[in-house]
C-alpha cells in the first residue's frame, strides 16, 4: 500500500463508491434506454462495471452540450457560478481520460484559461478502468495511448476477475483511497495478471500508424486526394459530437426582447453553417473543405500548436457514422497518398 | 459475390462505358463486419467494388441533390420511392437520373444485432439463406435474419423500386411479414397525452443535435433549414428539451407527406432515439386524410400541396 | 423543463388567437361593435389569411408564454385568396394531430372558421377555447 497500490475486492466497489458519495457528486457508467452513458449516480450498486465504452464521451462531463454563460434582464447580469462541487467519474476508459490532456491544451492554455472548464477540471478526480478487452474498432495505441495508459488519470483500477488492482497516478487519486477501508494491500500476483492482461490488451489493438501522416499532410492542402474523400459523408456532426477531443462550440443569445441568456452550445466544423460569414461568404463552403479541415486540424494543426494529435483511438466515430466513413481508412490513405 | 451483384456490376459497367452516365451511386464492402459504406464510381474498371445485400442500408438517394450531370444509382424499394419524391419536388430531373433498381429483403437494424450481442463485440458476421451468423471472440452464433430487419423493412410493401430504368434480379414479392405496419404508432396514440408526453420526453432528451436523422433524410434538402436560421431565430440551438422537441417535430411535420419510411433517419441517430414514431404517425394520417403514399408516381401532386373542397374538418370549430 | 406548477389562484390563460383579416378578424370586430361580452383572455394577431400562418408559429407561441392558441379563418369556399383555407385545413389537421400525438393535451391549439357576420359565434369559440384551457391549466410542455 505504501507504493500507490491497492487490491479491493469486485464485490466492495459499490460500498467505496457509496463513501465517496457522502462528499462528492459521483459519475460512473451506466445503462440507460440501452445505451451506456456517464451519469451522477445515486447508490454505489448503478455502476455498471462490465462496459466496453459509453456511447456519448465524458467530454461533456467538462464541457457541456450547452451551458449557459450568463443571464440578463434589462440591463442586471446575472453570472452562472463556476463549479464548486467536487465529483468523481469513475470508470474513465484511458482514451478517454488521455482526450482530457488534449483538451487542457486548448482550455487551460498558458495564454487562456476558459474558467467554466477549469474550475470543472479542478474539482474532479478521475478513475480510469483499464480495458482489458479492446474493442476491434480501438486504436489508442497508434495515437499515444493504450489501454493501460495513464495520462489524465487519478487512479487506474484493473479488473482481475474478482478483484481490481488500483494504482495512484496522482496525489488527489491517492488521497481518495489511503483511508479507505475497502482496499487491502495489494500481492505480487495481482501486479504480475495486470502485466499480463496489459500486454495481451496492447497487443490486442491494431490501426493506422500516424507516423508521417503530418508530415504528408504538410505537403497536400492542395491535392485531389480531397476531391472524392468527402462524398459520401453527410455532412452530420455525429463524429464531432461524439469524439472525445473535438471541442469546437458557438456562442449565441437566446433573448427576447431585454432578457435572455448567452449560451455556449456545441458546433461542429462539418455543418456549412459552421464558417459562414454574415456576407454570405463561405470559406469552406462545400464537403470537401470541411472533410478537409477536420483531418487537417486533427493530424495537422493540432500537432503544429500542441505537439500532438488530436484523436485518441477510441473508434466512436468508427463504429458510429451513418456511412462508415472510417477514419482509420482515410489515415491510412493519407500516409500512403 | 452472388449473381444479382454481377448483373448488377455489369450493367453499371456498361452505362459508364457508354457514356450514358458519368458516375454510379451504390455501396460497396465496409470496413467493419455488418456494415456496407456509399461508394461514388466514375471509372468502369471500378465497379467490382459494388455490392448488394442485407447491409446496404443507406438512403443514397440523399446524394442526389449534390449531383450533377447525369448519374446512375442503385436503388432498393424505398430508395426509389425517394427519387420519385425528388423527381416530383424538381429537385432532379427525371432524365438525369438513371435508376439501377434492386430486389430488397429488407436491410439490417445493427440496433437489434447490438442488443442480441449485449458488449460483445462481433468480427465477422456473414448472410446467407435468410440466417445471418455473428461471430466474435469466443462466440458464434446464428440468429433469423427475419429477427434483425429493421422494423420499417417488416412490413414493406415496396420492397422493389416504383419507378427504375434497369431492374437487376427477381422481384421480391410482398411483405416480409403480414402485419400492421402502423401498430406502434396505434400502441401510441391509445396512450393518455401524459404517457405519450412522458415516452417522447424521454426519448428527446438524448439528442445531442447532431442533425444526423437530417442529412441522412432525402427530404431535407432545403439550403437553410428552419433550425440554421437566425432571422427569425425559430429555436434555440442547445438542449433545452423544448427546444430539441421542436426540432424533431417541426422535421418530421416538414416530410408529412414525403416521408416513406426508409428508415434512414433513425438508423443514422446515434442514440437510438424512436424517430420513426412521428414520421410513421404523419404516414398513417396522410394515408386515412388524404388516401396518399408518397413515392409511387411521377405524376402525382404531394398532398399538402393540393387540397380537396370535402377535406375532413371535424377538428375545425 | 415541464415542471408541474401550481397555477396561482387568479391565474388567467394567454391565448395567442392568430386571426384572418378578412373574415375572423372582421367577426371578432363586429363582435366588439355589438358589445358581445366574451373573456379578454385572447391577443389576437391579425394575418392576411389562415394560410398565412406558419406552424411554426403555433409552436413557438407555446414555448413562450401561450397557454393556447386558436388560428380562425374564413369558411371553406369563402376565402378572400379564394384557396388559402383550404391548404391551411390540410396543414393543421396534421399539425394538431401531431402535436396531440407527442402529448400537447387536446384543447391547447385550436382552429375555427368564423365569417365576418358571425360575432356571436366568434365570442361563443374564445368563451370555448378560454374554459377548455383554464381547465387544463398553465402551458407546461414545450414551455421554454
Known amino acids: 500500500m505504501a507504493n500507490g497500490k491497492w487490491q479491493i475486492a469486485s464485490l466492495k466497489i459499490a460500498a467505496f463508491l457509496d463513501d465517496l458519495l457522502k462528499a462528492h457528486r459521483v459519475f460512473a457508467p451506466v445503462k440507460r434506454d440501452g445505451l451506456v452513458s456517464f451519469e451522477p449516480i445515486g447508490r454505489g450498486d448503478e455502476a455498471l462495471l462490465g462496459f466496453r465504452n459509453s456511447k456519448r464521451s465524458p467530454k461533456e462531463i467538462f464541457f457541456p452540450c450547452s451551458e449557459t454563460l450568463f443571464a440578463y434582464q434589462e440591463g442586471e447580469i446575472t453570472v452562472v457560478p463556476l463549479l464548486e462541487e467536487r465529483r468523481v467519474i469513475f470508470g474513465m476508459r484511458p482514451c478517454d481520460a488521455r482526450s482530457l490532456i488534449l483538451l487542457d491544451k486548448v482550455f487551460d492554455a498558458p495564454d487562456y484559461q476558459d474558467p467554466y472548464y477549469v474550475a470543472r477540471r479542478e474539482n474532479t478526480v478521475i478513475i480510469g478502468l483499464g480495458c482489458n478487452r479492446p474493442l476491434s474498432t480501438c486504436f489508442c495505441t497508434t495515437v499515444g495511448g493504450g489501454p493501460f495508459a495513464v495520462d489524465g488519470l487519478d487512479l487506474l483500477f484493473t479488473d482481475l476477475g474478482d478483484r481490481y488492482l488500483v494504482e495512484a497516478i496522482t496525489e488527489r487519486g491517492e488521497a481518495l483511497v489511503a483511508d479507505s477501508p475497502h482496499f487491502r494491500e495489494e500481492t505480487t500476483a495481482d501486479v504480475n495478471l495486470k502485466a499480463e492482461i496489459a500486454a495481451r490488451a496492447e497487443q490486442a489493438v491494431s490501426g493506422p500508424s500516424v507516423e508521417g501522416v503530418k508530415e504528408q499532410l504538410d505537403g497536400m492542402y492542395d491535392d485531389p486526394f480531397w476531391d472524392e474523400l468527402h462524398e459520401k459523408c453527410l455532412g452530420c456532426a455525429v463524429c464531432t459530437y461524439l469524439c472525445p477531443t473535438c471541442h469546437c462550440f458557438d456562442i449565441v443569445d437566446e433573448a427576447v426582447n431585454a432578457q435572455g441568456r448567452r449560451v455556449r452550445n456545441w458546433d461542429s466544423c462539418q455543418f456549412p453553417l459552421f464558417t459562414l460569414h454574415a456576407s454570405g461568404h463561405n470559406p469552406r463552403p462545400s464537403g470537401k473543405e470541411r472533410m478537409r479541415q477536420r483531418m487537417m486540424h486533427k493530424f495537422r494543426y493540432f500537432v503544429e500548436n500542441f505537439g500532438e494529435v488530436a484523436c485518441v483511438g477510441c473508434g466512436r466515430c468508427v463504429r458510429e457514422c451513418p456511412v462508415n466513413l472510417d477514419i482509420r481508412a482515410v489515415i491510412e490513405a493519407i500516409r500512403t497518398s | ?317 | ?144
Not at chain 2, 285 to 293: A, F, H, M, N, Q
Request: glycine share 8%; charged share 25%; net charge negative.
Open chain 2, 1 to 317: 459475390m452472388s449473381e444479382l451483384e454481377e448483373l448488377l456490376r455489369e450493367t453499371a459497367r456498361q452505362l459508364l462505358a457508354e457514356g450514358s452516365i458519368e458516375l454510379v451511386i451504390g455501396y460497396e464492402r465496409g470496413t467493419l463486419p455488418l456494415r456496407t459504406t456509399p461508394c461514388f464510381i466514375r471509372d468502369p474498371d471500378q465497379v467490382e467494388r459494388l455490392v448488394w445485400n442485407a447491409s446496404c442500408e443507406n438512403n443514397l438517394a440523399t446524394y442526389l441533390h449534390r449531383a450533377t450531370g447525369k448519374v446512375g444509382i442503385v436503388a432498393k424499394g424505398c430508395d426509389a420511392r425517394s427519387i420519385v419524391g425528388e423527381i416530383v419536388e424538381r429537385q432532379i430531373a427525371r432524365e438525369d437520373v438513371v435508376i439501377i433498381g434492386v430486389p430488397c429483403q429488407g436491410v439490417i437494424d445493427r440496433t437489434k444485432i447490438e442488443a442480441r450481442l449485449d458488449g460483445r463485440d462481433v468480427l465477422e458476421a456473414d448472410v446467407s439463406e435468410g440466417l445471418i451468423t455473428l461471430r466474435g471472440e469466443g462466440f458464434e452464433e446464428t440468429l433469423n435474419l427475419g429477427e434483425v430487419l429493421s422494423e420499417g423493412c417488416v412490413t414493406c410493401h415496396h420492397r422493389d423500386p416504383t419507378l427504375y430504368d434497369v431492374f437487376i434480379g427477381e422481384p421480391s414479392g410482398g411483405a416480409v411479414e403480414d402485419r400492421d405496419e402502423y401498430a406502434a404508432v396505434q400502441a401510441l396514440e391509445a396512450q393518455t397525452a401524459d404517457e405519450r408526453w412522458a415516452y417522447f420526453a424521454n426519448e428527446f432528451s438524448r439528442c445531442i443535435r447532431c442533425y444526423a436523422c437530417r442529412e441522412a433524410c432525402p427530404c431535407c434538402y432545403c439550403a437553410e433549414c428552419f433550425v440554421d436560421q437566425t432571422q427569425p431565430c425559430w429555436f434555440g440551438k442547445g438542449d433545452d428539451l423544448s427546444d430539441v422537441m421542436a426540432f424533431h417535430i417541426v422535421r418530421a411535420y416538414h416530410v408529412a407527406g414525403r416521408c416513406l419510411d426508409c428508415g434512414a433517419c433513425v438508423r443514422a441517430c446515434p442514440m437510438h432515439i424512436d424517430l420513426r414514431a412521428l414520421v410513421k404517425k404523419l404516414e398513417k394520417d396522410v394515408r386515412e386524410l388524404y388516401s396518399y403514399e408518397a413515392g409511387l408516381h411521377l405524376e402525382t401532386v404531394p398532398p399538402l400541396a393540393t387540397f380537396q373542397p370535402d377535406d375532413p374538418q371535424e377538428f375545425i370549430k
Open chain 3, 1 to 144: 423543463m415541464s415542471a408541474e406548477v401550481e397555477p396561482q389562484a387568479d391565474w388567467e390563460p394567454k391565448i395567442i388567437a392568430f386571426l384572418c383579416n378578412w373574415c375572423s378578424y372582421a367577426g371578432a370586430d363586429l363582435a366588439g361593435i355589438s358589445r358581445i361580452q366574451y373573456p379578454p383572455n385572447v391577443r389576437i394577431v391579425r394575418v392576411p389569411c389562415s394560410g398565412r400562418v406558419n406552424p411554426l408559429y403555433i409552436i413557438k407561441s407555446l414555448q413562450h408564454g401561450a397557454d393556447g392558441v386558436l388560428v380562425s379563418g374564413c369558411h371553406p369556399g369563402d376565402c378572400h385568396y379564394i384557396s388559402g383555407n383550404y391548404y391551411a385545413r390540410r396543414r393543421f389537421a396534421l399539425l394538431k394531430s401531431l402535436l396531440e400525438f407527442v402529448g400537447v393535451e387536446p384543447g391547447r391549439v385550436n382552429f375555427s372558421w368564423v365569417s365576418a357576420a358571425e360575432g356571436e359565434k366568434f365570442s361563443q369559440v374564445v368563451k370555448d377555447v378560454v374554459e377548455t384551457v383554464k381547465a387544463l391549466g398553465p402551458a407546461k410542455r414545450l414551455v421554454k
